[in-house]
């Protein structure tokens, strides 16, 4: 069972920061992508950042320049760096893990998600 733990969110006013946190626990072969989404009410959910185990990210065009997202391998952490907030920038924000679990002998990659955090940017 793989375990996914947001911290950070919170309400803020625009032009403000915020970090978000993700841990993953449980039993963890190792990590490939690791992300942030995020719904607003009444809206789809929608990518905000990937970034891939050997580090390359990418970025929705909305967010570019603005969130910075990374990641620490050895503590299975993934962070988003969100600064120059805007109202828009508002939602419920889910951690996303492709996890690599199983056996030895046979092992298989699991999509896994966090509980979501909320984010409020007020203007």
């Known amino acids: 069972q793989v375990q996914l733990v947001e911290s950070g969110g919170g309400l803020v006013q625009a032009g403000e920061s915020l970090r978000l946190s993700c841990a993953a626990s449980g039993n963890i072969f190792s990590i490939n992508d690791m992300g942030w989404y995020r719904q607003a009410p009444g809206k789809q959910r929608e990518l905000v950042a990937t970034i891939a185990r050997a580090g390359t990210t990418n970025y929705a065009d909305s967010v570019k320049g603005r969130f910075t997202i990374s990641r620490d391998n050895a503590k299975n952490t993934v962070f988003l760096q969100m600064s120059s907030l805007k109202p828009e920038d508002t939602a419920v924000y889910y951690c996303?893990?492709?996890?690599?679990?199983?056996?030895?002998?046979?092992?298989?990659?699991?999509?896994?998600w966090g509980q979501g955090t909320q984010v409020t940017v007020s203007s």
């Open positions: 996303n893990a492709k996890v690599e679990v199983g056996t030895i002998v046979l092992r298989y990659e699991q999509n896994c």
